[in-house]
């Protein structure tokens, strides 16, 4: 249950013998629509094959697809090898290593592709492909210096590769090369761009991991200063860089002596003009909180604390924002359900109002927070406790 679903009789030895050389008669010879229906059927025979039988065919299979990839066909054949060359990483991972150089040369070139389902794809396999390359320092410069001189789509399929690098293979990368990335992105968290900005803040989150401590104290202290700018799209960017530390590397972030002045920026956020920022602040709050329920369940002041300052939102003008707060409760619940269930007196009163809320996309997500905040599928006591704030349970 949850793993990979494999027909038996692919999972002999030799089981693709018989059925590969039609699939790559058609790759190689067919129209456009048979070779992306021959490449979208070789993705499909590889995902129901075990990694075993695989193995001794990955080489026969990945030569003609790389091939095929780089002459002029039309995008749609393009996209249908690169998923299928994707799903080779994933499953036939170590014998893929003497393709390694053409399939990261393939992966780069696709980036500038001028179909965005070509660029996506070939960034989503050379971030997977990058975990399995020994010197991944070359291909991070490769990818920031195309970044520096890219705009538009291809800028955000470079900054999506990017993100793959730096997830699967970050501990691998040189102090040289960490130190690029994290002086480019930190320059890109204010882009004008949303998109930008939200993936440069992903990625320094990332990397936050592999940084030196005085760069993350440095980098903390420049945050929690620029959050309170006068262009929102810095404000914005400071707060989504600070949210993805949190998510990626809370412990650090939160032991840091800079992260009381971040605390204080974000709470201030919560009163932002602009929701953009409101919502990331809210998100933000509900990481350190999910942190604080696992590292010290038993510090409930605290708690309480972080707590009212995400619920203070619920009745914030923004739907978007009223969804955040339902969802960090939510999340909080699923985490510790005993620790937030203590504090039902602070987020009931609001939760119930929400059920309430004009806005479906609010009361579905209200609903959803009600069942694991107040554990109603754990017992009638559960739901007698809840008809303290909601009233018409049992019906529903």
């Known amino acids: 249950q949850g793993g990979p679903v494999l027909v038996p009789g692919l999972c002999l030895p030799k089981a693709l013998q018989p059925l590969l050389p039609i699939f790559l008669q058609g790759l190689m010879s067919g129209s456009a629509d048979l070779r992306e229906q021959a490449a979208l059927g070789l993705g499909e025979l590889i995902e129901l094959t075990s990694e075993q039988t695989l193995r001794e065919f990955v080489i026969p299979i990945t030569g003609p697809l790389i091939r095929i990839v780089g002459d002029r066909f039309p995008w749609q054949v393009k996209s249908a090898i690169l998923s299928t060359l994707t799903i080779i990483i994933q499953k036939g991972a170590m014998a893929l290593k003497p393709f390694l150089p053409q399939l990261q040369t393939t992966f780069v070139k696709c980036l500038q592709d001028s179909t965005r389902t070509v660029r996506s794809s070939a960034a989503l396999a050379l971030g997977k492909l ?35 690098v730096v997830k699967h293979a970050g501990k ?86 800079n992260f009381s002045s971040v605390l204080t920026s974000l709470k201030g ?52 924002v009223r969804r955040r707060v339902l969802s ?13 269930m203590v504090h039902a007196s602070i987020f009931g009163p609001p939760l119930a109002e929400c059920l309430k809320d004009g806005n479906t996309p609010v009361r579905l997500a209200a609903e959803r927070c009600a069942l694991h905040a107040f554990q109603l599928t754990k017992g009638n006591e559960n739901v007698q406790a809840a008809q303290k704030y909601i009233t018409g349970l049992d019906a529903r």
């Open 130 to 164: 990058s975990a399995l390359s020994p010197r991944i320092d070359p291909l991070v410069g490769d990818l920031l210096s195309s970044l520096q001189a890219a705009d538009g789509g291809v800028r955000e399929a470079i900054l999506t590769a990017l993100k793959g």
């Open 328 to 340: 960090a409760i939510k999340t909080a619940a699923k985490t510790n359900p005993s620790v937030i």
């Open 172 to 257: 691998n990368m040189g102090a040289a090369a960490k130190t690029h990335v994290y002086d480019l992105l930190k320059n890109l968290i204010d882009d004008d761009d949303d998109q930008v900005r939200i993936f440069s803040a992903s990625i320094l989150g990332i990397i936050s991991q592999h940084i030196e401590e005085s760069q993350l104290s440095d980098l903390l202290q420049e945050l929690a200063s620029s959050a309170s700018s006068s262009s929102w799209s810095t404000r914005h960017g400071s707060v989504l860089t600070i949210s993805a530390m949190l998510r990626h590397n809370a412990s650090t972030v939160c032991e840091s002596l």
């Open 269 to 320: 956020n919560l009163k932002d003009e602009k929701f953009p920022v409101r919502e990331s602040s809210i998100k933000a709050l509900g990481r350190f909180l999910n942190y604080q329920i696992q590292s010290d369940p038993m510090n409930t002041s605290l708690h309480v604390q972080t707590l009212s300052w995400i619920v203070s939102a619920q009745q914030d003008d923004s739907s978007e």
